[in-house]
């Protein structure tokens, strides 16, 4: 199964969810794709000495932050949380 994950939404982002999605990868035999700042997520698995062997990076330039209106998905088309629903949504992944 593949799981897409925002790397750019939660607490401590990125790093938590590098650091998760590297431990979920090997614990679970999933295959994990990481939707962000392909840069920044990068610097962050390096940062932590974390490979990102088997995780696919899909970037995406727009974070919805918390200050955002949860409408504001419609509008930042660009966004991590918007593309990882859209992989979903088009079957590249079975979670998100």
Not at 61 to 76: A, C, N, W, Y
Request: with cysteine; hydrophobic share 45%; aromatic share 2%.
């Amino acid at each position: 199964m593949k799981i897409v994950i925002d790397a750019m939404g939660g607490d401590n982002a990125p790093d938590e969810i590098v650091k998760g999605a590297a431990l979920a990868k090997k614990e679970l035999l999933a295959s994990m794709i990481l939707v962000g700042d392909e840069e920044v997520i990068r610097k962050s698995a390096e940062k932590q000495d974390i490979s990102l062997s088997g995780i696919t990076v899909c970037h995406a330039p727009d974070v919805i932050t918390m200050e955002d209106s949860p409408l504001s998905i419609r509008d930042k088309s660009d966004s991590s949380m918007r593309i990882a629903f859209k992989m979903l949504k088009e079957g590249q992944a079975g979670a998100f």
